[in-house]
């Protein structure tokens, strides 16, 4: 009989779980105007799951109007080698300027506190064979990058740091200044936009061969970049980046979905194809529902997508066979895509 | 001291059939009810127990081998002295031998409480392992305070082949490994090959979308679950030398003509290779270790379950497979000689009538 006995959980040393579980809060220090520097630990004090270069940490922040959970991520300032602690910086975003009161919320945590997290997860994570990296900062968008350059001092690699900042906002400006007197790693402080775009197209016209690029910063940044290394002649393949929010999309057309048991659902324009699968009680897994974490994909058997994340390759949207449901829609008005839920 | 896991879930399982040892421990490639094989993504969650017709296995992600442990880690450190070439590894590969090496060796001190211990500070890290004697402080990442590379450090404490996977350009790559007991394949010749050029050989495997298949289960492999396959052939070699890589055909190659020629079918041996796909969390690196057990016709011969299913598993083949796997010319004598009633033994004899 090869009759099944026994499950047991997949990994037996506790520093592997990547699932919903509480941790404490140890320290809370400003870092610049209006950033917040949290230190979390395991309240049983095991050690934490190593994670990769660039990974970010899923918080819940707390619960919106409909009593849903609200979950914000924050990128892991540490190298990631067997870690005691998870560090993330955190710039509050006031309500006028679009925030919806997750990072006012990480504000107010204080030492002892318990948080909800998940993962880490990692989708900003640097090629093993790079041999030289070029990693470009701008704002708050300096701590996957710390996290890179901490990686890079760690295991003797060698890197060049570009970090674009306002005056008195340049969280970690320290840490980075102290992990440039290392043999292999150079800083480049820049103040201003136009500074930075100009020495942004500097520094990419003059890596080495097999250089890796990586880039986190507000939206305009990240297109300036991508811009100035398709000047250089940069392969897309060595350009990397993460962005921490999505534009602003447009509502979008009528279209329906017609699910794996042969039901139709119309989703009309400013309604996304994920929110209209949870209220006819489909469960999609879904996060940042801004097509940039990856998490409510979904398998497509027919129609023609109109892709609106910033998660999929070219080449997995030429294949056409999966879609990201909070953003992509059907591609022209009335159209109807085949979804495998 | 004991070299069995500690596994406090674990139901007592009385075997059913009373063997000892190495033939209870088997991890018998085949589910009860199968009668023909076929190439297929055949993963299952890891440390699931199986009861097998002779005991069972499973329930930890190493098998020390019990009893074997000392003689296959012996085998294991000579082939590794004598041959550097058993370890490659492509650039950029450090950090993920690292997480390797500290994954298993947590799992290890838990899995095996009474022979192995790992303490850590920080990343200081001091491990024993009173089996082989070993008591190592090292820092994690410092590759100084090892006497070998971590990956080497590893495989020389446990009897897994050691395989990493990596994606490189939208491909997985097998670009790290420490390999000594490969079934006629080389880790010089393979490392940094995408899986694809990998099974080219398979006779199959890609033409039927299997390798894609696996290609995107690997490259799908959550962070929080272990997967493990089990893989079987006949062994290029007629005894239990775990070792027939192409590095050492001079030493098997003339192994089974001269077994085909005696007819000796006894020694011809079942090879079964039990693999764990572990997502790394440090580097992403996948794993795709392998733990080769060997078992004899002789052996196999003593189970009437096995016996009969083997024999038809193998003549069953088609014949690109069997041919892949080397046994097209000579199974059906061998598996003749393998469901022979032998009458001898009575208890045998009756269960052949009963077959019959
Ligand atoms: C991978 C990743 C890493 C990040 N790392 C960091 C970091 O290290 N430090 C840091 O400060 N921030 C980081 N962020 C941003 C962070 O997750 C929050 O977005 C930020 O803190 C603002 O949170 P909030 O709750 O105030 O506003 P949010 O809820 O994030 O709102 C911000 C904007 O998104 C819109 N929005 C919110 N929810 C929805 C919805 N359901 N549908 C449509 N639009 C919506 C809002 O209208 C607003 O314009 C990261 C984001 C990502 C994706
Ligand atoms: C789910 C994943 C995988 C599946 C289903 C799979 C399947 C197979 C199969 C069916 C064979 C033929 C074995 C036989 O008949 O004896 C094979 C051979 C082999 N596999 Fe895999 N494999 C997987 C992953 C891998 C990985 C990740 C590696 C390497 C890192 C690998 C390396 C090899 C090698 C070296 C061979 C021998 C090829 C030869 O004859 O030269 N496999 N595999
Ligand atoms: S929920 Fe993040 S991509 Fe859709």
Redesign the pocket.
């Known amino acids: 009989m090869s009759a099944t006995l026994e499950r047991y959980p997949a990994h037996l040393h506790p520093g592997y779980r990547t699932q919903a579980r509480a941790l404490r809060v140890a320290a809370v220090a400003p870092v610049a105007e209006d950033v917040v520097h949290v230190t979390l630990v395991d309240p049983a004090g095991v050690p934490l799951t190593p994670y990769e270069p660039g990974a970010?940490l899923v918080l819940t922040?707390g619960t919106d109007a409909a009593g849903e959970k609200q979950r914000?991520?924050?990128?892991l300032t540490g190298d990631g080698v067997v870690p005691r602690t998870y560090e993330?910086?955190?710039?509050l975003?006031r309500p006028e300027d679009?925030?919806?009161?997750?990072?006012?919320r990480v504000h107010a945590l204080a030492v002892g506190d318990l948080v909800e997290v998940e993962g880490p997860r990692s989708?900003f994570a640097p090629r093993h064979d790079q041999r030289h990296t070029l990693l470009v900062a701008a704002g708050?968008g300096v701590?996957p990058v710390l996290s890179h350059a901490r990686a890079v001092a760690r295991w003797g690699g060698s890197a060049e740091i570009l970090y674009s900042y306002r005056p008195g906002r340049g969280a970690h400006l320290e840490e980075l200044r102290a992990l440039a007197e290392q043999p292999g790693i150079t800083l480049h402080e820049v103040v201003g936009r136009e500074a930075s775009a100009a020495l942004l197209a500097e520094r990419l016209a003059d890596q080495p061969l097999g250089t890796h690029a990586y880039a986190c910063g507000p939206p305009s940044f990240l297109e300036a970049y991508e811009a100035a290394a398709e000047r250089a002649c940069w392969p897309a393949s060595r350009v990397h980046l993460?962005r921490?929010?999505a534009p602003e999309l447009d509502p979008g057309v009528l279209f329906s979905a017609v699910l794996a048991d042969g039901t139709s659902l119309e989703v009309p324009p400013g309604t996304s194809l994920l929110e209209a699968l949870l209220a006819a009680g489909r469960p999609v897994p879904n996060l940042?529902?801004?097509g940039?974490?990856g998490e409510c994909v979904v398998p497509v058997r027919s129609g023609e997508v109109e892709h609106r994340d910033l998660v999929l390759s070219d080449a997995e949207r030429e294949a056409g066979d999966v879609l990201l449901s909070c953003v992509s829609r059907a591609a022209c008005e009335g159209g109807v895509i085949e979804v495998e839920v | 001291m004991t070299l069995a896991p500690e596994n406090p879930l674990a139901p007592e399982t009385p075997a059913a059939f009373p063997v000892r040892g190495h033939t209870a421990r088997l991890p018998w490639p085949f589910p009860d009810d199968l009668e023909a094989f076929r190439y297929s993504v055949n993963v299952e969650p890891a440390r699931l127990v199986r009861q097998t017709a002779a005991g069972s296995w499973g329930g930890t992600i190493v098998d020390l081998g019990g009893e074997e442990y000392g003689a296959i880690m012996a085998d294991r450190r000579r082939i590794l002295d004598a041959d550097p070439h058993r370890v490659r590894l492509m650039p950029g590969m450090g950090p993920a031998c690292w997480d390797l090496l500290v994954y298993y060796l947590r799992d290890l001190a838990i899995s095996y409480p009474h022979v192995m211990e790992l303490s850590e500070h920080g990343d200081v890290f001091h491990w024993r392992n009173h089996a082989l004697g070993t008591d190592q402080r090292f820092v994690v990442g410092d590759a100084s305070t090892l006497p070998y590379d971590p990956m080497t450090f590893l495989g020389r404490e446990i009897p897994d082949d050691l395989l990493l996977v990596k994606e490189r350009d939208g491909h997985l790559c097998f670009d790290a490994g420490l390999v000594t007991f490969a079934a006629a394949w080389s880790v010089s010749f393979d490392v940094g090959m995408t899986m694809t050029e990998i099974h080219n050989p398979v006779p199959r495997l890609t033409r039927e979308g299997v390798t894609s298949r696996a290609e995107q289960f690997l490259r799908r492999l959550p962070a929080d679950q272990v997967y493990r396959r089990v893989n079987w052939t006949l062994s290029a070699s007629g005894s239990r030398k775990l070792d027939v890589s192409l590095e050492e055909l001079p030493e098997w190659g003339t192994d089974i003509p001269a077994l085909v020629r005696d007819e000796d079918w006894a020694r011809l041996q079942l090879r079964i290779e039990v693999e764990h796909f572990i997502r790394l969390p440090m580097t992403g690196a996948v794993t795709f270790n392998i733990r080769t057990h060997m078992t004899s016709l002789e052996e196999i011969r003593q189970i009437p379950a096995w016996r009969r299913q083997l024999a038809q598993v193998v003549l069953e083949l088609p014949e690109d497979l069997a041919a892949y796997k080397g046994f097209l010319d000579y199974r059906e004598p061998a598996m003749a000689w393998l469901t022979a009633p032998d009458r001898t033994d009575p208890d045998r004899t009756a269960s052949e009538k009963e077959l019959a």
Request: aromatic share 6%; proline share 0%; with cysteine.
């Open positions: 970010h922040v914000n991520a924050y990128s993330i910086s955190v710039l975003q679009g925030g919806a009161g997750g990072s006012a989708s708050i701590t993460e921490f929010a940042c529902r801004q940039v974490c």
